[in-house]
């Protein structure tokens, strides 16, 4: 069978990338090439950037009522493909099925955010600024943004940023995760069937070359990213020096914390979820635990480790697991895997004790995919490599504290600040959680505290470089410029 070759999507025509180099797409649940994806380079990055920044001169004076009406029929047509889009997700990332399909409902959610820019793309007005001197603030576009988007939402993440672009009447180019470009390949071709003037919406597939073009390219007025802290690092540093507007969401370790009043079954229920859903390959997903109490250390070491001993390791397009409520797929590489394993050694070596071991895991007829279970880790101290290190894979630390002034300081003595849940039946513990804890994205009894569309989602300290975060009201600021306008008019003579 013939191996599909994916084009770029610039100025709304389909083109295969001159002289481009093309690196397989797997799927990581079975080691089996699925597409092939082009590395495009610098200058054809540049030419599709300046075809958009032309789209942008035009689709800027277009009414934002006529601007969302794309997106309504976006929305519609991807509903409608809901089911499959998701299978593509499924086979290129190796999340479960039920996971990617609450993907798209978020996609959804902020496509329908994005729908009520007529309201949010309002301006202010003071009459009576001064003496017969009226103040007014109008939100206006800007020219051409961009994304960078990663391998784990290919779906979600581009969705954060794309309709809130474009509804506030600027351009936007996205260049798909080279890991899994199938999604939003497939996405554009729906984009296409709507109609956006040519120019509007652009999909370029690269490396690093095509990232560093969006940051180098003077037309480019910011850059969106979700990656590791390394990353987001280099692109803030590069964006800033030019100039840039830059959001730039990193790395992460989401911390659990337990006090003893918590409802035991229903936590580990939401914990194993929040570890182990996409193998833990979530910004969000948690991968420490810290309990609050000896006798809520033992309970959770040993009740959480046997639940996870349950988690079906499998392909999730596997029709024998159509039903499970729990099904954990792959890693996403081997590349990855490599990684996951050498983290789960540094573990061992550490001192820390290995409750659950994922490692050797053979998933029969599937041999070839990147499969690890799931993994717990007792008798770990603040500062290890495995609790300081996003491990991005299904390895969970579990931390004992003495109190829970003890648990916020663990948590706030880490470098990074994505998110952070309490479960607790105390509201006094809760209110001290929220307040205290230096996190962007706090969650009471809720074991993955990604907030909806209508909210922002954003980190703090090592896990986010940005002002603005993503999604919701708070974006609208991103990607439009406020002019101010100070004005008085004199009656005329007779």
């Not at 079975?30 to 380079?41: C, D, H, N, R």
């Not at 554009?188 to 069937?193: M, N």
């Not at 290190?389 to 002034?405: C, Q, R």
Request: hydrophobic letters at 45%; proline letters at 5%; one cysteine or more.
């Amino acid at each position: 069978m013939s191996i599909r070759k994916l084009k770029n999507y610039i100025n709304g025509k389909w083109v295969d990338p001159v002289g481009a180099a093309y690196i397989d797409v797997e799927n990581p649940s079975t080691g089996e090439v699925i597409a092939q994806v082009p590395l495009t380079s610098k200058e054809e990055t540049n030419r599709a950037i300046e075809l958009a920044h032309k789209a942008y001169l035009e689709w800027r004076n277009v009414p934002v009522a006529r601007r969302v009406h794309y997106l309504f029929q976006l929305l519609h047509l991807m509903e409608e493909q809901e089911d499959k889009i998701s299978r593509i997700l499924v086979e290129e990332m190796g999340k479960s099925l039920p996971d990617a399909q609450a993907e798209m409902k978020r996609v959804f959610e902020n496509i329908e955010v994005a729908c009520g820019m007529p309201v949010l793309q309002q301006g202010d007005k003071l009459i009576g600024a001064s003496f017969d001197i009226d103040g007014e603030v109008i939100r206006l576009p800007m020219g051409v943004f961009t994304m960078i988007a990663p391998f784990n939402f290919p779906a979600m993440v581009p969705f954060w940023f794309l309709p809130y672009a474009i509804a506030t009447g600027n351009s936007f180019v996205v260049k798909a995760s080279k890991q899994v470009p199938c999604t939003m390949n497939y996405i554009t071709e729906l984009i296409d069937q709507v109609g956006l003037p040519p120019g509007v919406f652009t999909l370029i597939n690269g490396d690093k070359t095509v990232a560093d073009a969006f940051m180098e390219h003077p037309l480019v007025q910011g850059v969106s990213l979700v990656g590791s802290t390394r990353t987001c690092i280099e692109v803030a540093k590069k964006c800033a020096a030019a100039g840039k507007r830059y959001q730039a969401m990193g790395s992460a370790k989401n911390h659990l914390v337990v006090m003893p009043d918590a409802r035991m079954n229903e936590v580990i229920r939401n914990m194993i979820t929040s570890c182990f859903g996409c193998a833990g390959q979530r910004c969000m997903a948690a991968s420490a635990i810290v309990c609050v109490g000896e006798d809520t250390y033992r309970t959770v070491c040993r009740e959480f480790t046997e639940a996870a001993k349950k988690v079906i390791v499998t392909n999730p397009l596997d029709p024998a697991v159509a039903n499970e409520p729990m099904v954990m797929g792959p890693v996403i590489s081997a590349k990855a895997k490599e990684f996951i394993l050498k983290m789960i050694d540094t573990g061992v070596k550490e001192g820390a004790t290995l409750l659950l071991d994922g490692r050797g895991l053979v998933v029969k007829g599937y041999e070839k995919g990147y499969y690890i279970g799931p993994t717990v880790f007792a008798d770990v101290k603040p500062g290890m490599e495995i609790h300081t290190t996003e491990i991005f894979g299904p390895v969970v630390v579990i931390l004992k504290a003495n109190s829970l002034d003890e648990a916020i300081k663990i948590i706030n003595d880490h470098p990074y600040g994505n998110g952070a849940s309490i479960y607790t039946q105390n509201g006094f513990y809760a209110r001290k959680f929220k307040l205290e804890v230096n996190c962007g994205m706090i969650g009471v009894n809720v074991g993955i505290p990604a907030p909806v569309a209508y909210l922002p989602f954003g980190g703090m300290k090592q896990s986010q470089f940005a002002d603005i975060k993503a999604q919701g009201k708070a974006v609208i600021n991103f990607f439009t410029q406020d002019k101010i306008i100070t004005e008085r008019y004199w009656t005329e003579k007779g």
